[in-house]
């Protein structure tokens, strides 16, 4: 691999750290196991190396893009006013298409 190859993966996992939870999780645990093959497989350090610092750089980029709300959460502690959302208002509270094509009432 490259010194280019190195430092454009280390943008790409620095942009996927920024993306937030959503988009980042998957993108995180495709890096783990790929670290995780090419570090049994190659068993040198420089592949541990390698992945630990596109590991890092994610880390980084998810750090900085999610600090925040991390700060903001830490400052003004949890948002109690915030909807509390049970699995059993999912039927209560759903949209169904029938709803959409008939009046409702009132």
């Known amino acids: 691999m490259t010194?280019?190859?190195i430092?454009?993966?280390?943008?790409?996992?620095?942009?996927?750290?920024?993306?937030?939870?959503?988009?980042?999780?998957?993108?995180l645990w495709v890096l783990v196991v790929a670290a995780a093959y090419?570090?049994?497989?190659?068993?040198?350090?420089?592949t541990i190396v390698?992945?630990?610092?596109?590991i890092g750089s994610f880390v980084s980029?998810?750090?900085?893009g999610y600090s925040?709300?991390?700060l903001y959460t830490m400052r003004e502690g949890?948002?109690?006013?915030?909807a509390i959302r049970y699995y059993g208002d999912l039927q209560k509270l759903a949209l169904r298409?029938?709803?959409?094509f008939l009046p409702g009432s009132g």
């Open 3 to 5: 010194h280019w190859n």
């Open 7 to 27: 430092l454009f993966l280390m943008g790409l996992a620095f942009f996927m750290g920024t993306e937030g939870p959503y988009y980042s999780a998957p993108f």
């Open 38 to 46: 090419w570090a049994i497989n190659l068993r040198t350090v420089r």
């Open 50 to 54: 390698v992945y630990g610092i596109f």
């Open 61 to 64: 980029g998810f750090l900085l």
């Open 68 to 70: 925040p709300t991390l």
């Open 78 to 82: 949890k948002n109690f006013e915030a």
């Open 97 to 100: 298409p029938i709803e959409m």
